[in-house]
């Protein structure tokens, strides 16, 4: 059963406005949940976190927000630009699942046109 | 620094064949994983380890085996390669509570 879920499977958006890509969970076990990108043939990269005790991490023109309350988490990306075209990965862990294992989301494929 | 790296890249295999894929990492990491991703699925675990000598079973486990004889390297076996496991295979590394360094893929197709 999915505990991670990205129900927008595609997203386009133009350059240097804003992107935003979100997720849903069903596990209020979750503590630390995680974005990644994704170009295709590389294997996914990091991009940014945030921890459960906090509500709103920001690095450049990524930010993350995380309300507990509705277990959702949203990525923006602010401005957007075309080298931003990837799938995003949402993933979520919990050490009591799998050793900080990262349960993930189906992805959302985010298309910036110039 | 290389971080994870995967080997092979590519690789077909007939149905029944068996073969292992090597996971490497040069980050001194306790917790080690293998993925596949298959179309409209995102990453789902198949196998993990906390520690050297230390493997257990993730969400994918059935017809895989794995290993973790050394700290670095994570071996994951196919021992009857089936149509099923073709996928793309990813191995992943971290020291726990943070983010997880990806391998570039291993590209399986079992004909």
């Known amino acids: 059963d999915q505990q991670v879920k990205q129900n927008s499977p595609s997203l386009s958006v133009q350059e240097g406005r804003i992107s935003i890509l979100n997720c849903d969970y069903t596990n209020s076990m979750f503590d630390y949940f995680l974005w990644y990108k994704k170009y295709p043939a590389e294997g996914p990269t990091f991009l940014i976190s945030i921890s459960s005790i906090k509500d709103k991490n920001e690095d450049g023109r990524f930010t993350v927000f995380l309300n507990k309350s509705a277990k959702h988490l949203s990525l923006h990306i602010v401005p957007s630009q075309p080298g931003d075209s990837a799938v995003y990965f949402c993933a979520a862990s919990d050490y009591s699942y799998s050793g900080y294992a990262l349960n993930f989301g189906k992805g959302t494929s985010l298309l910036v046109t110039p | 620094n290389a971080g994870v790296t995967q080997t092979p890249k590519f690789r077909v295999l007939k149905t029944g064949q068996s073969m292992t894929l090597l996971c490497a990492q040069d980050m001194n990491h306790e917790y080690m994983y293998w993925y596949r991703q298959d179309p409209g699925m995102g990453l789902r675990l198949i196998h993990y380890s906390v520690g050297e000598g230390t493997t257990a079973k993730g969400e994918v486990p059935d017809g895989y085996n794995v290993s973790r004889l050394k700290k670095q390297n994570f071996l994951l076996g196919l021992e009857s390669a089936a149509p099923s496991q073709t996928s793309v295979y990813f191995c992943?590394?971290?020291?726990?509570?943070?983010?997880?360094?990806f391998g570039q893929g291993t590209r399986l197709t079992v004909v």
């Open positions: 992943a590394s971290s020291y726990g509570p943070a983010e997880a360094f």
